[in-house]
DNA sequence: TTGACGCATACCCATATAGGTATATGATGA
DNA sequence: TCATCATATACCTATATGGGTATGCGTCAA
């Protein structure tokens, strides 16, 4: 009888970026690893908060980690990002070619509902 | 005192998008506007789940609607889609340029980690 | 005006978080 | 072995959903 309140977060790239301290978390990545302590300080939360953000990222491949002496360091795995910017590409005709024409549609439409 | 269990789907594409059904409808939507009706019987899902998932989509703009006769017609407007598009774009130089570098980074994690 | 049709909402539920705090774990160094 | 540092987890709380069902509302046709 599992009623699905919403796909987890640990289970698709698309809900993993859903998160705007995991896309912060990934920001500062890119610039290479970095153990939690700094991330979190970074981000400016606490360290069990991080963690599981990282965590969620780890589970969807975004990030990888290693241990490092006494640190874990976390890097950047964006492979699953492409995905993303993928699936979102596959809707660039509509807010380059159609730009235009799409505006105007969309101006037609507001008229539309201020004609009500 | 607030305490954000998430980011609300309504406020953000990215949280708009992370949603599974939400993906469907915008790649529906590309062949052009859509009845609820139509829509919610392609997803397969009762009408009052589609209404609301087009209200999410409604609300972070992207899709238009406009009534037509009894109807209402939803309509794809995936110009907020191009923020997702560039931000993952921004890790582009980690999944093409870097690959093998990366891809040696990765082996070399997982070899780190099988050896503790 | 009335009845049917197409949608949007209101509710009710169970679940999945995001956060914060306290605590268990692991590893390092004296 | 013991104290300490760096993380990961366990809990607990308030929310935000997603889904299903019943129902309100506006529009159109007879």
Same mark, same amino acid.
């Given at each position: 009888m599992t009623v699905m309140a919403r796909a987890a977060?640990?289970? /698709?790239?698309f809900n993993a970026i859903a998160e705007p301290r995991r896309?912060?978390?990934?920001?500062?990545?890119?610039?290479g690893e970095r153990p939690v302590a700094q991330l979190a300080q970074q981000l400016g939360m606490p360290?069990? @908060?991080a963690s599981k953000h990282?965590?969620?990222l780890r589970e969807v491949g975004l990030v990888q980690d290693r241990k490092s002496g006494k640190q874990?360091?976390? @890097?950047l /795995?964006?492979?699953g990002l492409r995905r993303v910017h993928e699936w979102t590409g596959g809707f660039e005709q509509f807010w380059n070619e159609g730009f235009d024409r799409l /505006?105007?549609?969309v101006q037609d439409l507001k008229q539309a509902r201020q004609a009500d």
């Open positions: 977060t640990t289970s /698709d790239v896309r912060e978390i990934l920001v500062l990545l890119r610039t360290q069990p @908060g990282l965590r969620v874990r360091l976390y @890097g /795995d964006a492979r /505006d105007e549609y």
